[in-house]
């Protein structure tokens, strides 16, 4: 069955276009969600898809446009929303989604990532390479270096992001953390450190000493893969 969505003047296609069999709902209700291809859960949180394109193959495009599920989760709200069929609202939907799964993932603990390296942290940050707006994480991290939960911080401007040291060991603290990683992107896509950056880092190191709580490293996150890690450059730990 189609609907005319009066806000866009489309013509949608909703679920009920896919052949009863192949409809993601009743296959999840037979099989479970374990059985469905990506796309296939895609479908079921977008619900329409477009004149001549029914959900599933809506879904289809959109990981054949992302590169996959992985370059999904890094795409940012705007980009998302300019992809045809998508908008706003199917944007939402979809990256709240993908936020759940990323706080499922720190749930169970022997499954939490093991930060050991640099790049173990960057592999969990790869989508603020993307972001258009300069935001501070930190990874939390249990006695074994293993992620116990990812926050944001700071959310700042292109160009400032004020700090206060407390905000940054707040979390932390309420997860009785032995140790945790910053990081922050530079909207240019240019990651090479501030003299401001280094200045807040050793701040941060020097509070997490009084706190019992290791800096094991800040990482600057430009475009791309693109990162520098303040701790190998020696910049800001003594």
Known sequence: MSTFDVS????????????????????????GAGALKTEELIAILFRTGLRGENVVQLAERLLRECG??????????????????VGEV??????????????????????????????DAINLLSDMGMLEQEIMRTILLDTKN??????????????????????????????NCA???????????DPTPSPEDVAVTREIVQAGKILDIDVLDHLVIGAGQKFVSLKERGLGFS
């Open 179 to 189: 140790a945790i990683v910053l990081a922050h992107n530079h909207p240019s896509g």
């Open 146 to 175: 293993r992620a116990v939960a990812m926050p944001t911080v700071y959310r700042g401007s292109l160009n400032t992001m004020v700090i206060r040291i407390a905000e940054i060991y707040r979390e932390a603290v309420r997860h």
């Open 68 to 85: 996959g599920l992985a370059g999904l989760a890094r795409k940012p709200f705007s980009q998302l929303t300019r992809v045809k069929g």
């Open 90 to 119: 199917k944007a939402i939907e979809l990256q709240a989604a993908i936020e759940l799964g990323r706080r499922v993932s720190f749930i169970a603990e022997d499954a939490r990532p093991i930060i050991r390296t640099a790049t």
């Open 8 to 31: 866009s003047g489309r013509v949608t296609y909703a679920l009920k276009e896919v052949d009863a069999d192949e409809r993601p709902r009743e296959r999840l209700k037979r099989h």
